[in-house]
């Protein structure tokens, strides 16, 4: 069995053990940090065929026929986060894009497609699976949507409404199955089909704000965990403590912590020591764990294993007593590497011992290299260097060695020298190497100084450095082509890396050399890197040979990557005390990287990523990074910025008295990605989506009104107690019907209203303040009337005021000379006035000109005004003629003529005859009607005629087309 080693991280938990949990399991709302988590137009259950194909994006803007998408403030009820104009998950028809890319399809073209999750979430160990989310579509009955989903790789299967469509507004929608349940693979899907049709192009299926929570109930189904074994029994404080885990029934994967009891068994404060991961297809494992140094002897410690994240929050089952026992501290001292030099160490050159140590070690803590005398005797011992540090440097536990660095001191030369560490918080001595043999060299390298360089990529840098001959006597000599150079070793192994390729110079004594170190790619050339090394000048000719090597320093080259490293970080919105990795992209072991939030002190972290607690921070917070290169530091990154929420706020508002028959919305602030779950003792729903809910009260009586609100950072519930009383309902005005310029006294009082409002329908200004209101409206209006009883509730009527206006009728009518005119007012059943005085319907009239009459209707509530235009007429009439008894033919122009008189003669037939029955005259000519200079001048042939008695026959027709025959004498006198 392989046990898993914890990581370690620094939790600030508040969770509580409790019976049921619920929690969220999946959100996506396709904005700004969506990452791929839905695969477009895949094959799913269907053909994918057609043009009307999935896309995200946040266009709500149609065109060329199509219309436009609805914005997410369009909902039924509420609230879409980003609206109104999110980025959001909908159906378009690829033959009008790049133009139009909104929620919109050609009904021309027969289409399925699907959009399913790129991954599934893990629903092992729980229950009442919800899956929510926001949808609009129009289409048809041959276009809609559907959902489906698939269970452990399983067939895509429906669920849901048969069809989606017919939604001209924003939809909450909630899902819920037990098939969904103790799965460890759950994905969900969306469905696009149309036929080919001839209607008009409309709103396509379109989804945003998918959510799914879940619910642990320990109760009825709860997951132990529990420890199977553990190892070593006792086991020393700062030492690995191995032990066995098993669940009692697989759970999605997760984070666990390792809990370690106080020496009595009791975890009322445990000790985090750490967490590692398990699977969702693991049911038991091994995990080490390092007991701190800072743990008291004691012989009933306990662990337990306790899951953190995600939901659902299990305590694990303590394991069996262990004893703890504080361990003896020792110290190993491991060779230096300069020691792997052939030649003796030289006095004055740095040194790096390394080595081990066990135990615990306490604040303050410096562990010391000392170096003996030149007969191994530690009885006065010389000091090479310090290191102040309070860790434990342990092989067992992973830990590489420690390091102390120094300079060997000046001692006489010798081979009997040892090493050892010390330690001073414990004191203990540690094991001693040696022996090895110090020499004095004749070259000291840069007068015992160390050397830093940082340089980029192409860009090198260069130095002067010293050396200097003969420091401890004058023996030495060097040949006249003698070459001083620079030697680099490197610091693992002191192996030689370069020789003469950083400096070298020709010379005999003392002097400097021009220490050249190229740019990165070029260092890479020479076999050398970034990193430390091991530094000495030495000569080509010395005389003795052994002084041709020169003392130790250290060349640290730096060389951070030109350009800055990129933060991936694993999320960018998360909740309140998460604890977030964040990879630094490309990373370099060797380097150092340095990390800036906002405009505060720049930090260090080891590791990558690097973990961040958001302990105690909401809101915005950025984060930028850049390398450290041995010492020498890079470019800044572009910031990242992390969206830090919290927990779900559900403080309740609305009001907490509120009268029967009264709509009420209540809500709670919305955040995103964030599952509602609303409960009420009473009252009607009319609505519920999310944060907000409309209830109808129809009775009195004291309510509450629950919220239970859900997103990645945790829970809230939240009440809110209702008083309910009953409203006095406003007395019924009725409507009235009136005519233009009429008034209208509206009486509205009623028992136990305090308060009147009048206001026009649809308007909020206020007309009237009382319960009497007289109004002479010009045109039909509707009031809106508000009656208010002494406790504050409401209660309306309206009140329509239909206005009719007076009517105007006009008509004609004619006679003949001779007749009258019937004039008929109508309206049976009226009052009548007539101009005339006449109050009957009908009335005759003789004479030309205009009648009035004044109608005053039954049925009406506005009086008709009608007028006749009387006019006599002649081309529609009988004939009237009148013919003369004498005329007197003398030329005195008077009577001359035997004319007639009448009106309305079309034609006419005259004959008159003397007493011997000749026709003396004839004429057909209707001029001679009316006429006093034409007819019969009482000649014939010309003569005079003797006076006398005529007879006459005339035959008169008129334009009615009657005739008239009329027959008689007329007498001639001179």
Same mark, same amino acid.
């Given at each position: 069995m392989n046990p898993k080693y914890l990581w370690t991280l620094i939790l600030l938990l508040a969770t509580a053990s409790v019976s049921s949990q619920t929690f969220q399991l999946f959100a996506e709302d396709f904005d700004d940090d969506y990452a791929g988590s839905f695969l477009l137009n895949s094959a799913g259950p269907g053909d994918s065929i057609g043009n009307n194909q999935w896309i995200i994006n946040d266009s709500y803007t149609g065109g060329f026929g199509y219309p436009n998408t609805p914005s997410q403030l369009m909902v039924e009820s509420g609230t879409i986060g980003g609206a109104p104009y999110s980025t959001y998950l909908h159906v378009h028809d690829v033959e009008a894009a790049p133009a139009v890319i909104n929620a919109s399809y050609d009904p021309g073209s027969a289409s399925d497609h699907f959009a399913e999750m790129a991954y599934g979430f893990c629903t092992l160990g729980l229950v009442d699976i919800e899956f929510t989310f926001f949808w609009i579509g129009e289409g048809s009955a041959t276009a809609y949507g559907q959902v489906y989903y698939s269970a452990d790789g399983g067939p895509w299967t429906e669920v849901g409404e048969p069809l989606y469509n017919e939604q001209s507004l924003w939809k909450y929608e909630v899902i819920t199955s037990t098939d969904f349940e103790d799965v460890a693979d759950l994905r969900f899907g969306f469905r696009w089909l149309n036929n080919v049709s001839g209607d008009d192009p409309s709103v396509s299926f379109a989804i945003d704000d998918i959510i799914a929570v879940g619910t642990y109930d320990a109760l009825a189904s709860p997951v132990d965990i529990n420890i199977t074994f553990l190892f070593p029994d006792p086991v020393c404080a700062l030492s690995t403590l191995v032990f066995g885990w098993e669940l009692s029934a697989p759970l999605c994967d997760g984070t666990y912590q390792v809990q370690l009891s106080n020496a009595s068994g009791s975890f009322a404060s445990p000790t985090d020591l750490g967490v590692f991961d398990i699977a969702s297809a693991d049911t038991s494992g091994a995990v080490a764990v390092v007991i701190p140094g800072t743990t008291p002897?004691?012989?009933?410690?306990?662990?337990?294993?306790?899951?953190?994240?995600?939901l659902p929050?299990?305590?694990?089952?303590?394991?069996?007593c262990f004893e703890v026992q504080d361990c003896p501290n020792t110290v190993t001292t491991l060779p230096p590497v300069v020691t792997y030099d052939t030649n003796a160490v030289c006095v004055n050159s740095v040194i790096d011992v390394p080595f081990f140590s066990t135990g615990v070690y306490l604040p303050g803590n410096?562990?010391?290299?000392?170096?003996?005398?030149?007969?191994?005797s530690f009885d006065s011992p010389y000091t090479i260097g310090t290191f102040t540090s309070s860790a434990?440097?342990?092989?067992?536990?992973?830990?590489?060695?420690?390091?102390?660095?120094?300079?060997?001191?000046?001692?006489?030369?010798g081979c009997s020298y040892f090493i050892r560490v010390v330690s001073s918080a414990p004191e203990v001595t540690g094991s001693v190497y040696g022996p090895l043999c110090i020499q004095e060299c004749d070259i000291e390298t840069n007068d015992i100084t160390d050397i830093y360089v940082c340089i980029s990529e192409e860009i090198g840098d260069t130095l002067t450095i010293t050396y200097d001959t003969n420091v401890f006597d004058s023996i030495a000599t060097y040949c006249p082509d003698n070459t001083f150079c620079v030697e680099i070793l490197d610091a693992m192994f002191f192996n030689q890396a370069s020789?003469?390729?950083l400096g070298i110079t020709v010379d005999t004594e003392s002097g400097t050399i021009e220490l050249m170190i190229p740019g990165y790619t070029d260092l890479l050339a020479l076999g050398l890197d970034a990193g430390v090394w091991y530094m000495r000048v030495i000569a080509s000719c010395a005389d003795p040979s052994e002084n041709s090597l020169g003392t130790l320093i250290h060349l640290t080259i730096g060389a951070p990557a030109d350009d800055p490293p990129v933060l991936i970080p694993e999320d960018t919105l998360f909740c309140e005390g998460a604890v977030i990795a964040a990879t630094v992209v490309p990373y370099n072991p060797n380097s150092v990287y340095q990390f800036q939030f906002g405009a505060g002190t720049p930090f260090t972290w080891p590791f990558n990523p690097i973990l961040i607690n958001f302990a105690g921070v909401t809101g915005d917070v950025s984060l930028k990074v850049r390398e450290i290169n041995y010492g020498c530091p890079g470019p800044w990154s572009d910031s990242i910025v992390f969206h830090v929420i919290d927990v779900p706020v559900v403080a309740i508002s609305g009001p907490a008295k509120a009268c029967t028959g009264d709509t009420v919305t209540y809500s709670v602030p919305y955040f995103l990605s964030t599952y509602y779950d609303w409960s009420i003792t009473g009252g009607t729903v009319v609505d519920t989506a999310n944060n907000e809910i409309s209830v109808v009260w129809d009775a009195e009586g004291y309510y509450t009104l629950t919220i239970? #609100? &859900?997103?990645?950072? =945790?829970?809230?519930t939240g009440n809110k107690t209702i008083h309910i009383i009953p409203t006095i309902p406003i007395g019924d005005v009725p409507d009235q019907l009136i005519c233009e310029g009429q008034t209208v006294n509206l009486n509205a009082n009623a028992a136990g209203i305090e308060g009147y409002a009048w206001y026009e329908y649809g308007d909020t200004t206020l007309v009237y303040d009382d319960f009497y209101f007289s109004v002479t409206p010009d045109s039909t209006i509707t009031y809106l009337l508000v009656g208010t009883d002494e406790e504050g509730c409401n209660s309306s009527?309206?009140?329509m005021i239909a206005v009719e206006y007076p009517t105007n009728e006009f008509d004609t009518a004619i006679f003949c000379i001779g007749t009258? #005119? &019937?004039?008929?007012? =109508?309206?049976?059943?009226s009052n009548y006035s007539w101009s005339t005085g006449a109050t009957t319907q009908q009335i005759t009239a003789g004479m030309t000109g205009i009648y009035n009459v004044t109608i005053d209707p039954a049925d009406q509530v506005c009086n008709i005004f009608k007028e006749f235009r009387v006019e006599m007429v002649t081309d529609t009439c009988d004939p009237i003629v009148e013919i003369p008894n004498a005329f007197s033919p003398n030329n005195d122009g008077v009577n001359d003529f035997f004319s007639l008189y009448g009106a309305a003669v079309t034609d006419l037939d005259l004959l008159i005859y003397n007493r011997w029955g000749e026709l003396v005259y004839e004429t057909h000519d209707i001029g001679i009607v009316n006429n006093m200079q034409a007819g019969w001048d009482g000649t014939f042939r010309g003569e005079p005629q003797e006076m006398g008695a005529y007879a006459y026959f005339l035959k008169a027709t008129g334009g009615s087309g009657n005739s008239v025959v009329l027959k008689g004498s007329v007498t001639l006198i001179r």
């Open positions: 002897e004691g012989d009933c410690y306990k662990v337990r294993v306790v899951r953190l994240s995600p929050y299990i305590v694990g089952e303590a394991s069996v410096v562990y010391t290299a000392q170096l003996s005398d030149s007969t191994g434990t440097y342990d092989p067992a536990l992973g830990s590489m060695p420690g390091m102390v660095s120094g300079i060997v001191p000046v001692v006489p030369p020789l003469c390729d239970f #609100a &859900l997103n990645e950072c =945790g829970s809230g009527d309206t009140v009258q #005119a &019937l004039l008929d007012a =109508g309206h049976p059943g």
